[in-house]
């Protein structure tokens, strides 16, 4: 866990920079708040807004983050006076919380939108629960909330704005089925249940605290696809609320609420949840639930019970999730996993190719957007092979064979990263050699995924021309010979079952 977050690599140091922006956005949002009068409820709800707005808006491009940000308060304000409302009724509010995990998974569908405003609607009705909000409170909160996701957005868009100097984002999606093939329409129904279950189990436990069982059972399945990820990140997500707490014990018990401390370490935690999140969901959920024991200090009600309530909830939530995702309309790992690989697969052969269309002289040819979408497609793979990786599994041919997937595309990847740097050489020209090397490397993609294509040899003209002993030639023709050995070591794990050539893993 330590060398993922302190050793994981960060190309342009863009987690920090984010990290480092969020800070800023928040803190900015609770210093607006504060100043406007408002009260410690009302900055704290202003202050989750804009962390919000800055963790879940994650389009392509700025002006759709912009879009997507400003669409949060529609979303969220009826959801936050649903819940207002409902405070005193629960009956009716439990079947409205339910109902909103539902509906804000199955958002997922409409893209990075869609995720980004369901998790809003989702969160705005757990801090109502969390705040214990009544209807008297909804104008200050609203004002709020609208302060702080201004306030975010003056530093993400105009102080601080990143995401304009870079290409815009890939976002890997698998591909769309209809009706129960669907997988967010199979999630929506596993957290519905999931939802129900911790509910009940929940407020057996606490009558107070039963909505952190709902949290942790919602929040287990976001950017998950399939039974084996959500199981993972289940364990994790416990794992990281008992090193929390520990923390917790020692750290914001003895700070009390004081404000001074409170908000600094609080500000540390912002940035631990954003600097984190991209490579370990254990330490995101260890800043998180720091962050929530000094947010209960400052409303007086910390105390060791607490957090080991919490813990119970988070366990209850963990074992709804595990129980949904195990009985109810599952997606099994390996075929969410075939899917990735194979989008993982094609993404080298677009790279390859259009690599080779730079270095034959066409400039409008960029191989870099491919090799960042295989890096994100990477990423994907990494976390749909976790259950067969983990340390517990037992399958142990199966995690052999996980593991040697892995490394043959992190193999990949690097030769892909190799190959559009080389191509980015203006004076590497057209080499014979270059094009037999890319026809090999076609072919050993066609072999392993027959949707790509046939594979074209050179033509005989092409075979005849000069070679050329520039550098770039050289390094392109040593990326593209690891890309053909690396597709041929693949085919080994990848087809050892008759019954599926990717879907074995």
């Not at 677009?350 to 890096?375: K, N």
């Not at 590497?428 to 094009?435: G, I, K, T, V």
């Not at 003209?461 to 890309?483: F, I, M, Q, T, Y």
């Amino acid at each position: 866990m330590l060398k993922r977050v302190f050793v994981a690599p960060d190309p342009g140091r863009l987690r920090l920079r984010s990290a480092t922006r969020s800070v800023l956005g928040v803190g900015l949002a609770v210093v607006v708040c504060a100043l406007t009068g408002h009260t410690l409820t009302a900055v704290i709800t202003g202050g989750l807004a804009a962390l919000l707005a800055l963790f879940t808006v994650v389009d392509p491009t700025v002006r759709a983050q912009a879009v997507t940000t400003a669409l949060l308060p529609a979303v969220g304000f009826p959801v936050l006076a649903l819940a207002a409302v409902l405070h005193d009724t629960p009956g009716a509010r439990d079947v409205a919380f339910v109902a909103v995990a539902g509906a804000a998974v199955y958002a997922r569908r409409w893209g990075p939108r869609g995720h980004a405003l369901g998790v809003f609607a989702f969160m705005t009705f757990f801090v109502t629960q969390f705040l214990r909000t009544v209807p008297a409170q909804l104008p200050e909160l609203y004002s709020a909330v609208v302060l702080g996701i201004l306030a975010s957005s003056v530093v993400r868009f105009g102080v601080w704005c990143i995401e304009r100097r870079l290409p815009p984002s890939p976002v890997p999606s698998l591909p769309a089925g209809s009706g129960l093939a669907r997988t967010t329409t199979r999630q929506a129904i596993q957290v519905t249940v999931a939802g129900a279950f911790a509910l009940a189990a929940g407020q057996l436990l606490s009558h107070e605290r039963w909505y952190w069982a709902v949290g942790a059972a919602w929040w287990i399945f976001v950017n998950t696809n399939a039974r084996g990820e959500t199981l993972v990140r289940g364990f994790r997500r416990v794992l990281g609320t008992m090193t929390g707490i520990a923390a917790g014990m020692l750290v914001a018990l003895p700070v009390q609420g004081a404000m001074g401390p409170t908000a600094a370490l609080v500000m540390l935690c912002v940035f631990g949840i954003f600097y984190t999140a991209p490579v370990s969901y254990s330490w995101m959920m260890f800043a998180v639930t720091l962050m929530v024991s000094l947010l209960y200090g400052l409303l007086g009600a910390l105390e060791p019970a607490l957090l080991a309530l919490r813990l119970a909830e988070t366990a209850v939530g963990a074992v709804g999730a595990a129980l949904a995702v195990t009985l109810v309309l599952p997606v099994t790992t390996h075929a969410a996993t075939n899917a990735w690989i194979r989008l993982a697969v094609r993404s080298v052969h677009e790279c390859t190719t259009v690599a080779m269309r730079r270095l034959a002289g066409d400039e409008d040819a960029d191989p870099a957007p491919h090799a960042a979408e295989l890096e994100l497609l990477l990423g994907r793979v990494r976390m749909s092979l976790a259950p067969l990786v983990h340390p517990l599994s037992p399958l142990r041919a199966r995690k052999a064979r996980a593991r040697q997937v892995l490394v043959l595309l992190d193999d990949c990847a690097r030769e892909v990263r190799g190959l559009a740097a080389v191509a980015a050489d203006p004076y590497a020209s057209h080499d014979a050699r270059l094009a037999a090397a890319c026809w090999r490397v076609e072919a050993a993609v066609h072999a392993l995924e027959p949707g790509t294509g046939p594979a074209h040899a050179p033509a005989a003209g092409d075979s005849a021309a000069a070679a050329h002993h520039h550098p770039g030639v050289e390094a392109a023709l040593a990326h593209l010979h690891g890309l053909e050995r690396a597709l041929a070591g693949l085919a080994t794990p990848l087809r050892t079952s008759p019954r599926a050539p990717l879907a074995t893993v």
